[in-house]
């Protein structure tokens, strides 16, 4: 089975502070992704890596930048924390190249920025 | 941009009961895909339907693709407690980009 694993479950973090999600996947998918999700909205892409070093921004980029420097490890970095970033943080991998290929996501971080 | 729209926001039934979600994109798309949240959860794949105007079954669950390839729906079959969660669609667009409806809230009392 592949396995996401997201290194936080919950965080606190307070107004401008630096803030690093992880990502990890063990199953060498090329493609990586970040989406947050609130309610009523769905999930909405931020960013995303489709191999090591490469990236491209989402639907909601701002105030967020991202770091692929291995295959397995995704990180989302949110420069200076505002409270509308407090949300759920998803992160999703899968194979290649395909647009068919199912996304497998992690257990989530639940970020509150106060 | 492509928009993915999905309705109802909220479903409550009463077990047994059939339930509905119905899936819009604003774009032919070349594949969709479904997913389920349980509540706390992170969602999880469901199924993936390719072909205009397909249909597949995965035990009371009934999935189908329009055959313009723009609309899709999940029907459920008389609803178990188990069928709890929230139920999204999901359609790619540009190269890796994967668009999500906004989801379907499916309560169920016992």
């Known amino acids: 089975d592949v396995k996401v694993t997201q290194s936080s479950r919950y965080l606190v973090k307070r107004t401008g502070e630096k803030v690093f999600l992880e990502c990890v996947q063990d199953?060498?998918?090329?493609?990586m992704f970040w989406y947050r999700q609130d309610p009523g909205l769905g999930l909405r892409l931020i960013y995303f890596?489709?191999?090591?070093?490469?990236?491209e921004k989402g639907d909601i980029p701002e105030g967020y930048s991202v770091s692929r420097e291995k295959k397995e490890r995704f990180s989302l970095i949110l420069e200076s924390a505002s409270t509308n970033q407090t949300s759920m943080y998803l992160c999703?991998?899968?194979f290649g190249t395909g647009r068919n290929s199912p996304l497998h996501f992690g257990n989530g971080t639940r970020l509150t920025v106060t | 941009g492509q928009q993915v729209m999905q309705i109802p926001q909220y479903q409550h039934v009463q077990e047994g009961e059939d339930f509905t979600t119905y899936c819009n994109s604003s774009?032919?798309?070349?594949?969709i895909q479904w997913y389920k949240q349980r509540p706390g959860g992170h969602p999880v794949f469901l199924i993936q339907?390719?072909?205009?105007?397909e249909v597949k079954k995965q035990k009371r669950l009934t999935f189908q693709f329009g055959e313009a390839k723009k609309n899709s729906s999940l029907h459920i079959t008389a609803t178990q407690t188990t069928d709890v969660g929230t139920y999204f669609c999901?359609?790619?667009?540009?190269?890796?980009?994967?668009?999500f409806g906004s989801g379907t809230r499916l309560l169920v009392r016992p």
């Open positions: 339907l390719v072909k205009s105007g």
């Open positions: 199953m060498d998918h090329e493609n």
């Open positions: 999703a991998s899968r």
């Open positions: 999901a359609g790619p667009y540009s190269s890796y980009k994967l668009i």
């Open positions: 890596s489709y191999d090591v070093k490469m990236k």
């Open positions: 774009t032919t798309l070349s594949n």
